[in-house]
């Protein structure tokens, strides 16, 4: 699922290729795709983009000064892809397409796999977008350290869900999480009411590096690409330059033991390295699933929600 880093990725793109832009024609290939039945779509034909932006792990188009909004949830499949104008989006993995004037191209929105979880949204006013679409969550690269706090002891939890809950911190899934946690040594299963001062303030300046450092990576890579579209190995869960996640079996690059693993939620794995975050105990899932008893999420849906 596209975070923080990846998101602000694609907003930068966007904001390239059609702000400034109307929208001028669109095609919904899948029925599943629209999840709102007002304003209608055709009510933004002839509207110009005047802002892309990011809320939480969601990419908001804004069309005539906040007037209306297009609101992209991209769950874990969903992509954009950049095609010429006058693009015939007829692809399997294609769920709408969206052609601007002027803009040179048309934006498609995928999805891979079978499960079509990505979802457009039309909303009306700034209000509605945010009393609808804005779990709340504090911003990770703006918060203060008191904030950060505050939002981590608002419930007692995993530091895992706290990191991935969008009412609690923005923007931050699965992905940095795990290596947010393995940059900061602290175990994925440490509940936030036993949290330290000292160590919310690890974790804080850690989320603040790891998000930061890789937003800015991408971006200066897309610069240097001459600001080609992200392509599907741009925005992607799985980096070889990652410590901790996607890396089950493989050497931590601090203390070179093997990263392990807890598969949930459809097959999906957190990681982390035992002898740097957990004091060198491994948790099987069984035994995980007993310690959290309700709190672990074992639907994608749970995680966003």
């Excluded at 803009?103 to 009306?124: D, F, I, P, Q």
Aim: charged share 25%; with cysteine; net charge neutral.
């Amino acid at each position: 699922m596209p975070e923080l880093p990846d998101i602000t990725l694609y907003v930068r793109a966007l904001t390239d290729r059609i702000q400034g832009h109307a929208l001028s024609t669109y095609r919904l290939r899948s029925p599943f795709v629209l999840r709102t039945v007002e304003p209608a779509v055709e009510d933004f034909i002839g509207r110009t983009v005047t802002g892309v932006e990011r809320l939480g792990k969601k990419i908001v188009l804004a069309f005539d000064s906040d007037t209306l909004f297009f609101v992209f949830h991209l769950m874990i499949a969903g992509r954009f892809q950049w095609r010429d104008a006058g693009y015939k989006a007829g692809s399997r993995i294609d769920l709408a397409a969206f052609e601007f004037s002027d803009s040179g191209g048309m934006l498609v929105l995928t999805e891979a796999g079978t499960k079509k979880r990505a979802a457009l949204y039309c909303v009306s006013g700034r209000d509605a977008l945010l009393s609808t679409h804005s779990p709340g969550g504090v911003e990770p690269l703006e918060c203060e350290l008191s904030e950060f706090a505050e939002a981590l002891r608002l419930k007692n939890q995993t530091l895992k869900r706290a990191l991935t809950s969008p009412r609690c911190i923005s923007g931050v899934g699965n992905s940095y999480s795990d290596e947010i946690l393995h940059a900061a040594r602290l175990s994925p299963f440490k509940r936030t009411g036993q949290l330290s001062d000292a160590e919310i303030e690890t974790l804080y300046r850690a989320m603040r590096e790891i998000l930061g450092s890789w937003t800015q990576r991408l971006l200066n890579e897309y610069e240097e690409a001459g600001r080609r579209f992200p392509g599907p190995g741009s925005v992607t869960a799985f980096r070889k330059e990652f410590a901790a996640h996607g890396r089950y079996g493989q050497p931590c690059p601090v203390c070179g033991s093997p990263v392990q693993h807890v598969v949930y939620a459809e097959k999906n794995e957190m990681n982390y390295c035992a002898t740097c975050q957990t004091g060198g105990k491994v948790l099987a899932d069984r035994s995980l699933s007993r310690l959290l008893k309700d709190e672990w999420p074992r639907t994608i849906e749970e995680w966003e929600g």
